[in-house]
């Protein structure tokens, strides 16, 4: 971030049948919200004054993108749709709704790629519907890491104020999990949350707990060999050999229940609704999903389309509003480690039995 300009958030429109201009529009109605940041939502002016006037809000000042030119401190529209027209029809899914939200999130990738934008937000999107030749993939993590990735592995991890939980597996069929818990897919997400707690959430030192696959962390065997044969071993790997301060295997139900999650400053699940269902029982209001280990930053609301409640002036934006806070906290944060890392001092160290030399760092080598 620079003086110059506030901070620009990129948020797509999502399913345009689903609660998500509502919970857009519901956070940006806010006066002061421009205060924090420039918001460009990426979407279609047309869907966004019908899904205004559904649940009947004042309008507010829009700033129609053209050319790149955003306006500094006030709501901005980039049209996605071209001469496309989209029917909204509300709480049905059908694939022009999924066209409309893949429009809006392409131009707002290649817009985050290009640095046009800082940081960016996703509205829910219907996994199904939005499935074509351009969009083969189960979800955003897995477009996001090959389209900003540059090679790097994402992580998907759930967070708010008390809790962050991360997954070894994400979108995968539960009869698919325990094939895909190995040393290597355990070690990859340790490195890369352990990683991401230093990095954009400033913990010096992190914490996490690992979670267990089978049921009473597998009773040595007796429910599973998962954990004596793979998990274990890969935690005694990474504090051993990388100094992750790791820890369990924990069985989920207790590990949640009795709240030893406050003591860890992450939580590494094994599949995604062990995590889940545990996080959003905890964090519905106030969760973010952000997807750690990319270049680029991008976070969203932990909730899904809500078709059965959209037009109905009943969806709650906390959660998307506190996906825009936390974009911008490790967007800063970022920048701060980013800055406080560039050029370490190298690390001297003495070892027994051989001349050592000290070097004197107020002069020049």
């Known amino acids: ?15 345009t049948n689903g609660i998500g201009y509502e919970v857009i529009l519901k956070t940006l109605s ?6 924090l940041c420039t918001p460009v ?8 004054t019908f899904h205004r006037k559904a649940i009947e809000m004042p309008s507010f000042p829009v700033n129609n993108v053209r050319n790149g030119n955003f306006k500094e401190g006030a709501v901005n529209l980039v ?27 392409e131009a707002a990738v290649a817009a985050l790629n290009n640095g046009d934008i800082d940081v960016l937000v996703t509205a829910p999107i219907n996994k199904e519907n939005i499935q074509s030749e351009h969009f083969t993939f189960p979800g955003h993590t897995e477009y996001l890491e090959a389209c900003t990735g540059e090679g790097d592995k994402a ?7 008390r809790l962050r939980v991360a997954l070894v597996t994400t979108h995968l069929p539960i009869a698919q999990v325990p094939a895909a818990i190995t040393p290597d897919a355990i070690m990859e997400k340790l490195r890369i949350f352990n990683q991401s707690l230093k990095r954009d959430y400033c913990i ?39 100094r992750i301060m790791c820890f369990g295997p924990y069985a989920a139900d207790g590990f949640f229940g009795n709240g030893m999650f406050n003591k860890f400053d992450g939580v590494l699940a094994m599949y995604h609704d062990q995590g889940l269902a545990a996080f959003k029982t905890l964090a519905m209001d ?77 002069k020049d080598e």
């Not at 939502?41 to 966004?48: A, E, L, P, Q, T």
């Not at 071209?82 to 999130?105: C, H, I, S, T, Y």
């Open 41 to 48: 939502v990426y979407g279609s002016s047309k869907i966004m």
């Open 1 to 15: 971030m620079t003086n110059e300009r506030k901070i620009r958030v990129g948020i797509t429109q999502g399913d």
């Open 286 to 362: 106030d969760g973010v999903n952000f997807t750690a280990g990319l270049p680029v930053v991008r976070t969203s609301p932990d909730h899904g389309t809500g078709y059965d409640i959209a037009g109905k002036n009943l969806a709650h934006e906390n959660s998307l509003r506190q996906a825009v806070y936390t974009a911008i906290d490790i967007y800063r944060n970022r920048l701060t480690w980013d800055e406080s890392h560039a050029n370490p001092l190298r690390k001297q160290y003495f070892e027994r039995g051989k001349d050592n030399v000290v070097l004197d760092l107020t």
């Open 155 to 161: 992580l998907m991890v759930l967070c708010n104020e």
């Open 204 to 242: 010096g030192k992190p914490r996490i707990a690992v979670l267990s696959l089978n049921p009473h962390s597998g009773e040595n065997g007796l429910l599973g060999a998962e954990e004596k044969d793979v998990i274990i071993p890969t935690i005694k790997a990474a504090y051993e050999k990388e």
């Open 79 to 105: 049209e996605v749709m071209g001469n496309e027209e989209v029917k909204v029809e509300m709480g049905q899914p059908d694939k022009q709704a999924g066209r409309a939200a893949f429009l809006a999130l």
């Open 30 to 35: 806010t006066p002061e919200f421009c205060e």
